[in-house]
């Protein structure tokens, strides 16, 4: 009984993060199309989700220390799926778990890389609007012509988007 409970509750989580594998791709085309008002949207939802998440989780581990219980160990241990899968005897509940497991985990790596690429595509959106706004206010007292470091006239208030010196 306790093992069907945490079995349920591991497939909520994969439910609940293969959301969030949707938002993250949701939220990639809302980067590339700069729709910040729809970007805001994504991440008020992302954020209901990871609260669902969050208590999905809670329950999970009330139900993982359950099912310890219920195969005689009393201390409250935090293990893995896997070391979890070695204390469950019966085949096919064993096979049961392993591929929740497998399923779970496959759905957090493809999060983990769409959440990966998210933040590379914000991160070039930022540098670009810094470039963007360099190239339309221009620094102060900017001089278009080169300038040896070491010359005494030479004075920059602010170093440039690729300055290698920093």
Request: net charge neutral; charged share 25%; proline share 2%.
């Given at each position: 009984?306790?093992?069907?409970?945490?079995?349920?509750?591991?497939?909520?989580?994969?439910?609940?993060?293969?959301?969030?594998?949707?938002?993250a791709a949701l939220?990639?085309?809302?980067?590339?199309?700069?729709?910040?008002?729809?970007?805001?949207?994504?991440?008020?939802?992302?954020?209901?989700?990871?609260?669902?998440?969050?208590?999905?989780?809670?329950?999970?581990?009330?139900?993982?220390?359950?099912?310890?219980?219920?195969?005689?160990?009393?201390?409250?241990?935090?293990?893995?799926?896997?070391?979890?899968?070695?204390l469950v005897f019966?085949?096919?509940?064993?096979?049961?778990?392993?591929?929740?497991?497998?399923?779970?985990?496959?759905?957090?790596?493809?999060?983990k890389k769409a959440?990966?690429?998210?933040?590379?595509?914000?991160?070039?959106?930022?540098?670009?609007?810094?470039?963007?706004?360099?190239?339309?206010?221009?620094?102060?007292?900017?001089?278009?012509?080169?300038?040896?470091?070491?010359?005494?006239?030479?004075?920059?208030?602010?170093?440039?988007?690729?300055?290698?010196?920093?």
């Amino acid at each position: 009984m306790a093992l069907t409970r945490l079995l349920e509750l591991l497939e909520r989580l994969d439910e609940a993060h293969l959301q969030m594998l949707d938002l993250a791709a949701l939220k990639k085309q809302t980067i590339m199309d700069n729709k910040v008002d729809g970007l805001i949207d994504i991440m008020n939802r992302e954020s209901k989700l990871m609260k669902l998440i969050g208590q999905l989780e809670e329950q999970r581990a009330e139900a993982a220390f359950t099912f310890l219980q219920g195969v005689g160990i009393r201390s409250n241990l935090n293990l893995n799926l896997t070391e979890l899968s070695r204390l469950v005897f019966d085949p096919e509940d064993k096979s049961r778990l392993q591929q929740v497991q497998q399923k779970l985990s496959n759905t957090l790596h493809r999060l983990k890389k769409a959440n990966e690429l998210n933040q590379k595509l914000i991160e070039q959106s930022l540098t670009f609007i810094d470039y963007s706004l360099d190239l339309l206010v221009g620094r102060p007292n900017q001089d278009f012509t080169y300038h040896h470091p070491s010359d005494k006239g030479y004075s920059s208030t602010r170093p440039g988007l690729f300055d290698a010196r920093g």
